[in-house]
């Protein structure tokens, strides 16, 4: 199953990847998502392991590790999505003033590969939602001094 979302969001690639880049900010604008919080110490970066809350389709546990972090340009992160495994992509390309951001999902169905041409719509469809969530927080003036998160 894989998929690719786009939206531009109008803030420089530092402020957008920061964001994305410390995971306990997923609960604000992945609404299937209760709780994300550090397992590994320190900042985020390459190696960073995070456990979390999923609400739905069920309550359940996932484990997320960053594999990729090249600041203001490319964040992968593997691990648990849900009923499935696999990798959500960050691209940015960005200036000074806005940010491409390309989210790519590579996932897993296992035994609901039958499902997957229906599954891979629907889910690409709420990733697109919470890319829309993601633009609106980051562009939000409350928001816009990156000390606020």
Wanted: charged share 20%; aromatic share 8%; net charge neutral.
């Amino acid at each position: 199953m894989r998929f690719t979302n786009t939206v531009r969001i109008e803030r420089p690639a530092g402020v957008v990847f920061a964001y994305l880049a410390d995971l306990r900010n997923l609960p604000a604008w992945n609404y299937a998502i209760r709780e994300t919080q550090p397992i590994t110490p320190g900042p985020a970066g390459l190696g960073s392991v995070y456990r979390q809350l999923r609400s739905l389709p069920r309550p359940m546990h996932e484990q997320l590790e960053i594999i990729e972090y090249e600041p203001d340009h490319r964040l992968v992160i593997e691990g648990g999505f849900g009923h499935l495994q696999g990798r959500a992509i960050y691209n940015l390309d960005g200036s000074a003033a806005a940010t491409d951001l390309v989210n790519e999902f590579e996932l897993h169905a296992g035994t609901l590969n039958a499902l997957s041409g229906l599954a891979t719509r629907g889910i690409a469809r709420a990733v697109a939602q919470n890319l829309q969530v993601l633009k609106n927080i980051l562009e939000t003036p409350n928001t816009r001094n990156e000390t606020a998160w």
